[in-house]
């Protein structure tokens, strides 16, 4: 068998042609395909607002800039997720604050995030890890008891619902990620989704320069046309046109990519709910999780090996296995800005058992049964 990645993209014949369509336009960047890309996203998740935007990180950096947040003020996050969710705050001297897991879901547990909440909290970046969405009604009642921003770091989670209601719709701020491995793709790309109006206008300052040509935001109404005014500090976070015109016509084709992943997902429940030697994932009560990852914890002490053996194992097999996450605050980074004694004891037992297998919409059946086939001979070697 070839190799399996863990993650990849599927491009068909229609998504080359929308590309090659804009760069024989008048417009690489800052064209029509940009709105056209935001409503499509608007339409999919049932947000107010959406911005395109260069990637998922530049995103989470724009949720934490509209913030108007002061050095020393604290943001709470989970461990378990890619450093992007907790960088943000640093960006702007802001403290991540790490709540420990559930231990079913691996999301943030809310009672964990109460727990953390000081004078100096101001916001939430909820992860929803592997495409299943938090306990957003949990969530909601602390952030609002406690007056903190609910953000969604929804790179995982496109397309996933939590009771009746869609990704994107729920909390304060979403914020998304089109990198190849993750629900739909645009080369690079992200995009920051909330119903408010005020966020919306901030973020739209910040991905260029803080520039506005709108005379309603600008001092000086009686301008000529040539006259803009910067008015707050932005960056150049541009998606270009290209990008938007590959993510328009991918998500055209998420329903597809979704059916295909919980299809998957299905076939290795079933499989591993067999297996008394490996945990699998469990969903909470009216979820349905975009499955972005299919993560197995693996029964160590059962099995009587470690989970270095079992990894480097599948990998000779050409599954193409990875970890997602190790606990944010353990890389040497935030161990030297002080994290050093900082622990969730969820986080790094979960840490130590995992392993992503391969999961993605082009996956063939063939591929799906190989990749049970060697997790069911991982206690045999
Ligand atoms: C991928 C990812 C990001 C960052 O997205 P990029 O588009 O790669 O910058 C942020 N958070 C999580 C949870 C991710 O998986």
């Known amino acids: 068998m070839n190799f399996i990645p863990y993650g990849k993209q599927w491009i068909d014949e229609d998504d ?11 417009y690489l960047t800052t064209g029509p395909k940009i709105a056209e890309f935001e409503s499509s996203l608007k339409k999919v998740t049932g947000a107010k ?18 913030l108007d947040l002061k050095e020393g003020d604290e943001v709470i996050t989970s461990p378990i997720t890619f450093a992007a969710s907790a960088n943000s705050s640093l960006y702007y001297g802001v403290k991540p604050i790490f709540a420990d897991i559930d231990m079913n879901t691996y999301n943030i547990n809310p ?12 916001a939430i970046v909820a992860v929803d890890f592997t495409g299943q969405p938090c306990d957003y009604d949990s969530l909601r009642k602390i952030a609002d008891k406690h007056n903190l921003v609910l953000i969604a770091d929804a790179a995982h989670s496109l397309g996933a619902t939590y009771k009746g209601k869609r990704v994107g719709e729920i909390a304060d701020i979403t914020t998304m990620s089109f990198h190849p491995v993750k629900l739909i793709t645009s080369g690079e790309g992200g995009a920051i989704l909330t119903n408010n109006d005020n966020f919306h206008k901030k973020a739209e300052l910040f991905r260029s320069h803080g520039i506005t040509r709108n005379k309603e935001l600008m001092i000086d109404k009686e301008a000529g046309d ?29 329903k597809k990519f979704l059916a295909r992943r919980r299809e998957i997902a299905k076939k290795y429940d079933e499989a591993f709910s067999k297996l008394d030697y490996v945990i699998t994932p469990k969903q909470l009560d ?19 090996k470690t989970r270095r053996e079992i990894f480097d194992f599948l990998k000779s097999k050409n599954v193409g296995v990875n970890v997602h996450y190790i606990p944010v605050y353990k890389l040497p980074y935030y161990q030297k800005l002080g994290y ?25 059946d063939e591929e799906v049964a190989y990749v049970i086939e060697q997790v069911k001979k991982v206690d045999e070697v």
């Open 49 to 66: 607002n959406a911005l395109a935007i260069s990637n998922g990180t530049a995103a989470l950096h724009c949720a934490i800039n509209i």
């Open 226 to 254: 040539w006259y803009y005014e910067m008015i707050s500090l932005g960056y150049n976070y541009r998606l270009t046109d290209i990008q938007c015109a590959l993510g328009i016509s991918q998500l055209n084709k998420l």
């Open 16 to 26: 080359i042609k929308a590309v090659v369509e804009v760069l024989q336009s008048d």
């Open 286 to 304: 009216g979820t349905n999780s975009a499955w972005h990852l299919y993560i197995l914890k693996f029964k160590l002490k059962e099995l009587g």
């Open 111 to 122: 009672e964990q995030v109460e727990k953390k909440i000081t004078e100096l909290t101001k």
């Open 340 to 364: 050093k004694d900082f622990q969730c004891p969820n986080a790094e037992e979960y840490y130590e058992t995992a392993i992503t297998i391969p999961l993605f919409p082009k996956m063939t």
